[in-house]
């Protein structure tokens, strides 16, 4: 199939010679002529599908007829975190070269000014997160009666944020004639019940499972025991890897990506940081740093990552397992696209092989692991980033230079325990011993270095419906905290004596 076949315009075919496609995607050539003939379209697709194309394409083709009214955009893109709605922009851009259409971006942590000042413009696309998106309708700064195309991407990624409640509040504003093109990389019961409510006879089409999409990718397991020892198996993994060119390392927590790449650094290694409490800035500073080869390493959470896309990254590191089997196809999606091979690699201790056993079973494959198994290993060093959290603990003041050394001398004997540098097995990555790749620290962009930006923003309120599992990742928000927030100051929770 080819694209001048999908009924796109000739000024959308220019742009899609120009971007040097040559073929559509199979959810391009499905989805785009049903997207252009105006019916739903419920596509279960994961990024790297090119899915972004799929509804960017015929959203430009259609939007040739018509223009946009002050404070009322005609079309509407929903994304879960800022990133993505910030990669969908430069979509607009790339495919928009030959269209005179205003876009505009509401996502949190920029100034609401210039934000405004687009949208009382008049925007043809409006690309947003649910959070800013409301708090712009509920200031009246914006109207939603005049939507005609609506767009929810990355369904799933917003259920595991709490975003569901929003989106169904933001569907109730846009006119129940708008055309709906919903994508969601697997199919939750919540999931299938927003697209019963709000999509009206969707075509449903679906594009090889998020679990299969993987064949570009060497996948391998590296026993670990806890705490310092699995910093040093990372770096030993990142020293060795074979092609190196850049990695994204991913950890479970947020205050952990800075403290990783703190670390990090401090051992010499080009790196910069990720994660949702960063300001949008900072967050945008990393990322291009990271796309333009400033910084070899980036440390993520999950949420940051998610779809980002950046087409050649040769390496992903777990360094932590993701408790969600979902996280993990995700994650080791950020490499092997684009049709190059990528290698991913998990660190996985004793307590993590659980979550194993489930990926195992998702991705309906086994990984192959190198060297020993985890419950070969020592315990070693339990202590969580214990460097660093020393260093937070005494808030300014040093350390007894005697509880320093016993430490150090703690965490080099669990290194030579468990530190081992794998073998290769038939299929996986060949991991030996040679120099580091990555560039000295004093290379990197202070920008893209700066693992630790300030957070000027505050999170939004979490809405109560939310399960605590899932409140944990909405690191997007940017609702202003009521009252204490979550903190319980401890003086409250001092038990009292009757009398
Ligand atoms: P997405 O799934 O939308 O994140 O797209 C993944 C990547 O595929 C992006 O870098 C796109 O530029 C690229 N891409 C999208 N459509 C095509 C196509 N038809 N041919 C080649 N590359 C494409």
Redesign the pocket.
């Known amino acids: 199939m080819n694209f001048n076949e999908l009924g796109l315009s000739e000024k959308v075919l220019k742009a899609?010679e120009a971007?040097?496609?040559?073929?559509?995607?199979p959810i391009?050539a499905e989805a785009i002529p049903h997207a252009l003939a105006g019916r739903d379209v419920l596509g279960i697709?994961?990024?790297?599908?090119?899915?972004?194309?799929?509804f960017t394409l015929p959203m430009l083709s259609r939007l040739e007829q018509g223009r946009a009214r002050a404070r009322m955009p005609r079309t509407l893109i929903l994304e879960p975190t800022r990133e993505l709605a910030a990669?969908v922009e430069e979509?607009f851009v790339r495919y928009g070269v030959n269209h005179k259409i205003n876009v505009a971006l509401l996502i949190g942590g920029v100034s609401f000014a210039d934000q405004e000042a687009k949208i009382t413009r008049g925007a043809d696309v409006l690309i947003a997160t649910p959070g800013r998106l409301l708090d712009f309708a509920e200031r009246g700064k914006l109207l939603l009666t005049g939507i005609e195309i609506l767009v929810i991407d990355e369904a799933d990624r917003m259920l595991d944020m709490g975003f569901i409640p929003d989106i169904e509040r933001i569907c109730k504003l846009v006119p129940f004639t708008r055309q709906t093109l919903f994508f969601s990389a697997t199919m939750a019961p919540e999931i299938t019940r927003l697209t019963q409510q709000f999509l009206h006879n969707p075509v449903r089409l679906e594009v090889a499972r998020a679990a299969s999409t993987i064949e570009t990718i060497t996948q391998g397991l590296v026993a670990s025991a806890p705490g310092s020892a699995k910093r040093e198996t990372l770096r030993q993994l990142i020293r060795g890897a074979d092609n190196f060119k850049n990695a994204i390392i991913f950890s479970n927590r947020k205050r952990d990506v800075a403290l990783l790449s703190k670390s990090l650094e401090k051992h010499g290694f080009s790196v910069g940081a990720l994660h949702g409490d960063m300001d949008q800035r900072a967050r945008m500073t990393s990322l291009e740093a990271f796309r333009n080869g400033d910084v070899s390493l980036l440390v993520c959470s999950d949420v940051a990552a998610r779809?980002l896309?950046i087409?050649d990254v040769s390496h992903v590191f777990n360094f932590d397992v993701p408790t969600h089997a979902e996280d993990y196809v995700h994650r080791i999606g950020r490499t092997g696209?684009?049709g190059k091979l990528g290698t991913a690699l998990s660190i996985v201790t004793k307590s993590d092989q659980r979550y194993i056993d489930d990926i195992e079973k998702l991705i309906e494959r086994k990984i192959v692991w190198s060297g020993a198994m985890p419950d070969q290993i020592p315990d070693g060093d339990a202590d969580d980033m214990p460097a660093e959290r020393g260093r937070g603990a005494s808030r300014g003041g040093e350390r007894p230079s005697a509880g320093r050394e016993s430490r150090s001398r703690r965490t080099r004997t669990a290194r030579e325990a468990t530190v081992r540098v794998p073998v290769a097995p038939v299929d996986a990555p060949v991991v030996e011993a040679r120099p580091q790749p990555a560039r000295p620290a004093s290379s990197a962009t202070p920008a893209a270095r700066s693992t630790r930006p300030p957070r000027d923003v505050p999170p939004r309120e979490m809405p109560r419906d939310i399960p605590p599992s899932r409140r944990a990742n909405r690191e997007d928000d940017d609702r202003p905290v009521l009252g204490l927030g979550d903190h319980v100051p401890s003086f409250l929770l001092r038990s009292v004596k009757l009398k």
């Open positions: 899609i971007a040097g496609y040559k073929m559509p995607t391009q697709a994961q990024t790297g599908t090119g899915k972004t194309a799929a990669q979509s779809g896309d087409p696209r684009a």
